[in-house]
């Protein structure tokens, strides 16, 4: 028995899936695509659910519902790119959030050292190996380890999501915080 399992259950009543999504609308997030396959099985999908899980060994994690066309495509091919979309590259991000999403082969890119398709213009690229596939109620959680990245090169605002809105980071940076300076 977990230390979880030996708590009282406290009487709450379920969580409206609204109003879930309303309160994390209101943190602020980056936006990725995640791309993955080569040639005509390339696939992407525009994804917020993005974190860094650990620096040694170098881990990063997304969430995809289950249902999603790009989940196949990843367990075939075992890789996967995690884009960081900059701020002009909101039309982007909208082409691979539908369900009539863009074609690989329609936007520019190129295969990183696994095959695996890289975004042209986007801010940085983690190319990443599938380590673990977690259940997570209506989404999977994929692990991945990152084999290659790399940076545009040239300093671009990154694209953000807000209470359901896509825009351009418009303020200027602050600087760096120290816990991040090494
Ligand atoms: C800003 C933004 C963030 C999104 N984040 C996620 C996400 O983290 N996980 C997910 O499964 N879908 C996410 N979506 C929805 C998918 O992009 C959308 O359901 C998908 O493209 C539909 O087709 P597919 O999943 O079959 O490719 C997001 C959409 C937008 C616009």
Redesign the pocket.
């Known amino acids: 028995m977990s230390a979880m399992d030996a708590r009282p259950a406290p009487r709450v009543e379920p969580v409206d899936g609204r109003a879930l999504r309303d309160v994390c609308g209101h943190f602020v997030t980056g ?1 990725t695509v995640i791309t993955s396959g080569a040639g005509e099985r390339a ?1 992407g ?5 993005f974190t860094s899980v650990s620096l040694d060994p170098p881990l990063v994690l ?4 289950r ?4 989940r196949a495509v990843v367990r075939e091919s075992g890789w996967y790119v995690v884009n960081f979309l900059a701020g002009r590259q909101e039309k982007l ?1 909208r082409a ?4 009539d ?1 863009a074609a690989i082969a329609d936007v520019g890119h190129r295969p990183c050292s696994t095959g695996a398709p890289v975004l042209s213009e986007a801010l940085g690229f983690l190319s990443c190996r599938l380590v673990d596939e977690v259940e997570g109620g209506d ?1 999977v959680i994929f692990v991945g380890e990152v084999v290659e990245l790399g940076l545009s090169g040239r300093a671009r605002d990154p694209l953000i ?1 807000f209470r359901g809105s ?1 825009g351009a980071l418009e303020e200027e940076p602050r600087g760096a915080h120290p816990i991040f300076d090494g």
């Open positions: 936006v696939a999908t525009t994804v917020n659910s997304f969430c995809l519902h249902e999603s066309r790009l991000a691979f959030a539908g369900r999403t989404h999501f896509l």
